[in-house]
C-alpha cells in the first residue's frame, strides 16, 4: 500500500493570493513548475532513487504577475491523501 500525496493547491483544497511586491496587483499561479521543465529529468537516470522514494513531496508553483510581468516561485508541500 503506497502513500498518496497531493498537492492542495493543484487541487484546489488552497488558495494563494499572493500580492506582488513590485506592484501590488494580485498574482497569478501559472501551475507547477515541473510542467515547464524537462520531462525527462536526467539528474534522476541514474537508477539510484529506490520505488516509491521518486516522488517529490514539494509541488513548486509559478505565480506570476499579470500587471508588470513579475514572477516568483511558491514551493507547496504536499498532503497525505485522505
Ligand atoms: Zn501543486
Ligand atoms: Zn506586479
Redesign the pocket.
Known amino acids: 500500500m503506497e502513500f498518496q500525496y497531493n498537492c492542495p493547491l493543484c487541487n484546489g483544497l488552497i488558495s494563494v493570493r499572493e500580492p506582488?511586491?513590485?506592484?501590488?496587483?494580485l498574482?497569478e499561479d501559472w501551475g507547477r513548475i515541473q510542467d515547464y521543465q524537462d520531462p525527462y529529468h536526467p539528474y534522476l537516470d541514474m537508477n539510484t532513487t529506490a520505488p516509491g522514494e521518486q516522488r517529490e513531496r514539494k509541488c513548486v508553483h509559478l505565480f506570476k504577475?499579470p500587471?508588470?510581468?513579475?514572477d516568483t516561485r511558491l514551493v507547496v508541500n504536499q498532503i497525505l491523501a485522505p
Do not use: D, F, L
Open positions: 506582488c511586491p513590485e506592484c501590488g496587483c498574482m504577475c500587471q508588470c510581468g513579475y
